[in-house]
């Protein structure tokens, strides 16, 4: 694949390396820089629920959720004339490490900054896969730890 250029304004206060396409890490900062670099991008915003069906902005607990189920990230990118909205949708419990894991306590610390992390750097991956690549952010890979169920005869 050919390396890829980005130029920012000398103004923007922010550094961007080339994209590396393939498996990798990006920091949400590094791939909010990269969509920003595009200049393509019109907007993002994070929303979290505990049924899927009322979503808010600034979440909190309340009786029977220390978490939220589920938090969307949608991100609007402009295509030629129009803009397109990809939406990332995730659930808690897909997401959380397990809790033998080391990050675990940071994740019920803070619930919406962890899962809204993750939805971000969902949709701008999902928006912007031509500069991202499929890297993904490091608390994205926490619930890779979990293990899997067996099931026996």
């Not at 890829?4 to 990006?26: C, H, Q, V």
């Not at 999902?126 to 890779?144: K, P, S, T």
Request: net charge negative.
């Amino acid at each position: 694949m050919p390396d890829i250029k980005i130029e920012l304004p000398a103004d923007s206060g922010r550094t961007a390396r080339p994209a590396t396409y393939g498996d990798g890490f990006i920091t949400l900062d590094e791939a909010e820089t990269l969509a920003l670099a595009t200049g393509q991008h019109r907007g993002m915003t994070v929303t979290f629920s505990d049924d899927g069906q009322t979503w808010v902005e600034a979440w909190m607990p309340s009786d029977g959720h220390t978490a939220p189920e589920f938090a969307r990230a949608v991100v609007t990118r402009k295509y030629d004339d129009r803009d397109v909205e990809t939406v990332s949708t995730l659930r808690w419990a897909e997401y959380v490490p397990n809790i033998d894991s080391p990050r675990y306590d940071d994740w019920t610390r803070m619930p919406t900054m962890y899962l809204g992390k993750c939805a971000k750097v969902s949709a701008y991956r999902g928006a912007f896969r031509d500069v991202i690549g499929n890297r993904y952010e490091l608390a994205e890979l926490d619930q890779a730890t979990r293990p899997t169920l067996a099931i026996t005869a």
